[in-house]
């Protein structure tokens, strides 16, 4: 194909473009979108009500910045998770990948950790942060909440939150409502110079975050409340995620329309027509045009995944998330923000439930800051092609488009075909639900589903017209079109036997069988469905076979798996080839998730590959940008593995400090069970000692029985010649879901040694362990306790302190790229604890295995695979970054708490811990 620098291209006049070669009107159908809804955009932009500025306008083709259109390309960074010395380096990758915006959190916690303690400084200092991206020329984006969920301990509340009387939070409850408009008003006061009606770069502020609960009024007051504090700004407030809940704000007591907020989307973009799936698509579209009139396409949050311990990574593929960025634009999308962009690292106690240290990691820019390749000049190509025909872009109104006769060149399609994949009801954008693909619709003999369905059929939501079959296909099963009285699409479900098993028979299918079998949905022994002769329980693997259907969610789960769910996989080879028109700005897409598509245009042919866009000249026909061609490596080659590694140099060996069980310098002792124990440390610690007295008779060897808190860790020690047992109980990170009220850490269950139920003695809590109190993981604190020799035996015990010191590694880059390299701790050969580097807390690591389910690794959306299992069975990070500006040229000191002895069958070994220097991937610029 032809190319053309999109850089020198620029739009043609409208006579010329008047002339342009079109196809053939008769051969072309209508896109399944609400073209009335779309229209043309409005003659008179719209204004936040009140403004006294004209700096923000915005209409729905997009927004108008000081009077000028701008297609807002932009990345989420969190200042909370990035040291200042970074945010700069960050920005100018940024702006050097094409993109004109940042987003960010305010995160509530990480400024007023104890009510009326407000820090606004060092790596707090907000303000700086947005000016550090203004002189970037980068637009700011502040989403300011005070609840942005995030992935941040608590979702950004502070703990004290808890004690102040509130009834629930992000609710109507008066205290919550008190402390909710205090800290947003002091947030909007430390910013409100660098609001864009001031001058600034602050172009949207966001109020709530992901507001998926039923009280209404507290989401009116909640957006009343934000645009009472910025009274007189031409900014708009926003409102994520849910479309129905926000467009019901945008109503006066009439029901008509009345702007108060805009209202934006989260998620992954599915090519749905006619459902509103909750997700950024099509439909989504049409129906914010038509109950939002006058307002943009906003999606705030296309998402990368973050990563959680015992849990195998998961990554995304560059061209199927360039594919939905482009349908966004096509759709007439005027806003689009990566979340992230680079998600930076959970330092310290930061992060939310069980998510780890590294933050987002499958991103353009990396959790240790460096360019992901060769994703990062696929996106910068992208946007950069974007970027040149933003003008063209936004100087027409949204089109319906039009679909173009095309063929398949080859490629296998997978219509009708099911399979096992990740249930969908842990997403947060609708937890408890799961997707339509996943849901079924069943009725025992004689009677009919709730639409009047035949009996015994199992029919697919996604496709009332679907019904599976059990005579197509075995491997994987297949769906036919329903049919009354097909026994092939005939179904029992064995409540006795666990089974769905077919009512028809066909040839057994077991090497050396003979005769007629009932089929049965089989697991295979993991995660690929599959119909199989239906075992009795006496047969080898019956477990292989046992699912059953969720009458709560009509999910068809997997019972040897539960977290596994019979899915509908989206439709394929039914996909077409669309034309999206913007004057000489074209967009042509292949929707079909399988087949190459050829479609001519303009007296062209063009060949797409499966589920991708082509940005082409109109006018010259040159493909710009094909988001099919961007192709990343093989999923086992990625991450930082393939950076280039230098080690650096240890100058003392490593030596070990030993905690003393039920040790701290705080204690409180309790007649009548334990404490819950964020109420005491207040999340300054990870760590509590818990002890009481081991009843008569128990020795030490008893078993212990104990349960730790929300995904909370304990380790009890029974020490018999005290008389004592101690239990030492690991926080791990405060949920960022659902209501603070409900985390509860520590000993929150009974607790039994030597089979005698002990939880309701007198016990003492004891917190901020010496070697914390003392701060030995600081330079000026590392003397302040005596430090043994390592030994084999101290190697291996439990919660103990390691230290040593390494000098800086020999610089193995080019040193006129000083913005790719980056320092970080291996720790592959640990356990679980924490790193500290010269006082630095670089937070948890935990070497646990990450564990793989399902062919997909969640979310799924339609039955379409999003994300990707990597590095299945291996630890989920072992790689830990150290900002750059808390490295020294000699004499690092790195401290090591672990806080567990191994499990049994492992050994930590520290001499495989390694502090080295990374590097850009090979192959980049």
């Known amino acids: ?62 927004f108008i910045l000081n009077g000028e259109r701008k297609l807002l390309l932009s990345g989420a960074v969190h200042y909370a998770r990035i040291l200042p010395e970074d945010w700069a380096r960050v920005f100018k990758l940024a702006k050097a990948m094409g993109l004109n915006a940042i987003q960010t959190y305010f995160m509530w916690n990480f400024h007023e950790p104890v009510r009326g303690n407000l820090t606004w400084s060092g790596r707090r200092d907000l303000a700086a942060f947005v000016r550090a ?55 909007v006061d430390q910013v409100r110079p660098l609001l864009a009606s001031n001058g600034g770069p602050i172009v949207m502020l966001q109020v709530e975050n992901e507001y998926n609960g039923a009280d209404q009024a507290y989401l009116d007051w909640a957006v009343d409340m934000a645009n009472k ?18 467009a019901a704000v945008n109503r006066d007591a009439s029901g008509a329309y009345a702007f108060k907020a805009i209202c934006t989307i989260n998620g992954f973009w599915m090519d749905e027509h006619t459902k509103n799936p909750a997700q950024p698509s099509p439909i989504w579209a049409a129906e914010q045009f038509a109950n939002n009139p006058g ?56 992060a939310g439930g069980q998510v780890v240290t590294a933050y987002a990691p499958d991103t353009a820019i990396d959790y240790l800051l460096l360019r992901k390749q060769p994703r990062y000049d696929y996106y910068a190509a992208f946007y950069k092609t974007l970027g040149a025909l933003a003008g063209e872009l936004l100087a027409h109104p949204v089109t319906t488009g039009r679909v173009l006769p095309s063929n398949a060149t080859g490629g296998s399609g997978t219509a009708g075909l099911t399979s096992l994949l990740h249930c969908t009801d842990d997403d947060p954008a609708h937890m408890g639900v799961l997707d339509a693909t996943q849901q079924w619709r069943f009725a025992p003999a004689g009677s009919r589903d709730a639409e009047g369905n035949a009996a015994g059929q199992l029919r697919s939501v996604s496709s009332a017209k679907m019904c599976l079959d059990s005579q197509v296909s075995h491997h994987p099963p297949k769906m036919t079109a329903c049919a009354d009285g097909k026994a092939s699409q005939l179904w029992v479900l064995d409540t006795a036997a666990t089974h769905v098993r077919s009512v028809a028979q066909g040839p057994c299918l077991a090497r050396g069988a003979s005769g007629m079998c009932h089929y ?38 997997a019972n040897a798996s539960a977290g596994n769910c019979v899915t509908y996989q989206a439709s394929a080879g039914a996909g077409r080839v669309e034309v999206h028109e913007y004057g000489a700005a074209v967009f042509l897409s292949n929707t ?33 940008y094909d988001t099919g061609a961007a192709v990343d490596p093989p999923i086992p080659q990625r991450g930082v593995g393939a950076h280039v590694r230098t080690r650096a ?138 430090w043994a020799p390592l030994t084999p035996e101290a190697e291996q015990a439990a919660h103990v302190w390691f230290r040593a010191s390494f000098d800086m590694p020999a610089a193995a880059a080019d040193e006129a790229k000083p913005a790719q390299t980056a320092f970080a701790l291996d720790l592959k050969t640990m356990w679980k604890g924490q790193a500290y580097v010269n006082g630095f807390h670089l937070g948890r690591y935990y070497l646990v295995p990450g564990e793989c389910s399902g062919a997909c690794a969640p979310p799924v959306k339609n039955g379409h695979c ?21 490295m020294k040229p000699a004499g690092n000191l790195v401290v090591l708490f672990e806080e567990a002895a191994p499990p049994a069958g492992t050994t930590r070994s520290l001499d495989g811990v390694e502090l080295v220097q990374l590097h850009e991937h090979p192959g980049s610029d």
């Not at 509340?157 to 408009?181: F, H, N, Q, T, Y």
């Not at 479609?599 to 499966?610: D, E, H, I, K, T």
């Not at 985390?743 to 917190?767: E, F």
């Open 520 to 557: 049965c949905l089989d697991n295979g022994g993991g995660a690929s469905l599959q119909l199989w002769d239906c075992k009795s329980k006496g047969a080898a693997s019956p477990s292989h076979q046992y699912f059953y259907l969720d009458a709560k969610e009509s999910g068809i789960r």
């Open 866 to 886: 999003y994300m990707h299992w990597k590095d299945c069975g291996k630890p989920t990070q072992t790689i830990y970054h150290i900002p750059t500006s808390v």
């Open 133 to 187: 991206a203004e002189a970037e020329g980068l637009h700011v984006v502040l989403r300011v909440g005070p609840f942005v969920c995030g992935e941040y301990y608590f979702g950004g509340i502070p703990i004290w939150v808890r004690d102040s009387g509130l009834k629930c939070d992000k609710c109507s409850d008066p205290i919550w409502e008190a402390e909710m408009e205090r800290i947003v008003g002091i947030a």
């Open 649 to 786: 140099p240890q100058t003392t060996a490593w030596r070990v400090h030993a905690e003393d069980a039920g040790a701290g310098l705080h204690t409180l002792t309790t007649v009548s069970g334990p404490h819950e124990q964020l109420n005491l440390t207040n999340s300054n610690s990870d760590y509590m000692w818990y002890t009481t007295d081991l009843p008569e008779g128990v020795g030490s060897n008893a078993t212990v029985q104990v349960k730790g808190g929300d995904y909370g860790f304990v380790y009890p020690t029974v020490d018999a010649a005290a008389g004592k047992l101690h239990v030492l109980s690991a926080a791990m990170g405060a949920t960022n879901v659902g209501q603070i009220l409900d985390v509860q850490k520590g000993l929150t269950g009974s607790v039994k040694v030597g089979g005698k139920d002990v939880t309701q003695q007198a016990w003492t809590q004891a917190w901020m362990m010496p070697g914390e109190a003392k701060e030995i993981y600081t330079p000026a604190g590392v003397d302040r306790v005596a």
């Open 592 to 624: 079909d998730t399988t087949e190459w598509l050829a479609a001519s245009y303009g007296g062209a042919r063009y060949v797409l590959r499966p589920q991708s866009v082509q940005i082409v000249n109109g006018t010259t026909g040159a493909v710009l």
């Open 229 to 246: 504090a910025t009274a007189g700004s031409s900014v708009p407030w926003i409102l994520c995620h849910d479309h129905k809940q926000c």
């Open 1 to 62: 194909k032809a190319t053309v620098s999109v850089l020198n291209w620029r739009p043609l006049p409208l006579s010329v473009r008047a002339n342009m070669a079109r196809p053939s009107a008769a051969a072309l159908a209508l896109l399944l979108t609400v073209a009335a809804a779309l229209g043309p955009a409005a003659a008179v932009p719209q204004a936040v009500p009140g403004a006294l500025d004209a700096a923000v306008r915005f209409d729905n083709r997009s």
């Open 295 to 350: 307002q943009p396409l906003a999606w705030t949050e296309d998402q990368g995944w973050f990563d959680q311990w015992g849990v195998a990574q998961r990554v995304r593929e560059s061209a199927d998330q360039l594919y939905g960025i482009a349908r966004h634009h096509v759709f007439g999308g005027s806003y689009h923000n990566h979340y992230m962009l680079t998600g930076g690292n959970n330092y310290g106690l930061q």
